[in-house]
T-cell receptor, first 117, second 111 residues
């Protein structure tokens, strides 16, 4: 069975602070995929990143960076110099290397990030 | 130009009614999904379809029946609505193990 744990439920920071959102996953598969999605107050789900299990390189995209460590089964997300527009619920998700429509996403419970001006 | 569009965005209905939510994607993806987000924001897969064929049915009550007339459309019909069905329902599409693109969600409220 697959599982994604986002132990932090709510985080509140002041604008310009750095913040790290934690994600720990469980899977028996050797090949799998990890994702982060953002859900702003408007409600849509916005894709942020996908990472293969065999690619442990960290990734940076502007103020966003991701740290993938297979040894600790973690895929953490850091926002540098946070802004009010970063306020949202952030979901970490996992899918296995199945074909076609078996590649469902298993989501964590989400982390509500509030960035205060 | 919306990639995944679902209608309606809001749906308020009485217990016992039957309702449908429509979903269309113009991305050319083979796979479409329905996810349910409950009041605590937890997202869970309900169904997936690949080229009109049902692949995943994640222990969803029989009152929920997805229908895929073609690979660009996946509709969700719900019979005999119950209070507990109130949630946000998201349609999504993807290629194999690529990121899923989600519709804007349908907020269903059963009163």
């Amino acid at each position: 069975a697959q599982k994604v744990t986002q132990a932090q439920t709510e985080i509140s920071v002041v604008e310009k602070e750095d913040v790290t959102l934690d994600c720990v996953y469980e899977t028996r598969d050797t090949t799998y995929y990890l994702f982060w999605y953002k859900q702003p107050p408007s409600g849509e789900l916005v894709f942020l990143i996908r990472r293969n299990s065999f690619d442990e390189q960290n990734e940076i995209s502007g103020r966003y960076s991701w740290n993938f460590q297979k040894s600790t089964s973690s895929f953490n997300f850091t926002i540098t110099a946070s802004q009010v527009v970063d306020s949202a619920v952030y979901f970490c998700a996992l899918s296995s290397n199945y074909t076609g429509a078996n590649s469902k996403l298993t989501f964590g419970k989400g982390i509500t990030l509030s960035v205060r001006p | 130009d919306t990639a995944v569009s679902q209608t309606p965005k809001y749906l308020v209905t009485q217990m016992g009614n039957d309702k449908s939510i429509k979903c269309e994607q113009n991305l050319g993806h083979d796979t479409m999904y329905w996810y349910k987000q409950d009041s605590k924001k937890f997202l869970k897969i309900m169904f997936s379809y690949n080229n009109k064929e049902l692949i995943i049915n994640e222990t969803v009550p029989n009152r929920f029946s997805p229908k895929s007339p073609d690979k660009a459309h996946l509709n969700l019909h719900i019979n005999s609505l119950e209070l507990g069905d109130s949630a946000v329902y998201f349609c999504a599409s993807s290629e194999w193990n690529t990121e899923a693109f989600f519709g804007q969600g349908t907020r269903l409220t059963v009163v």
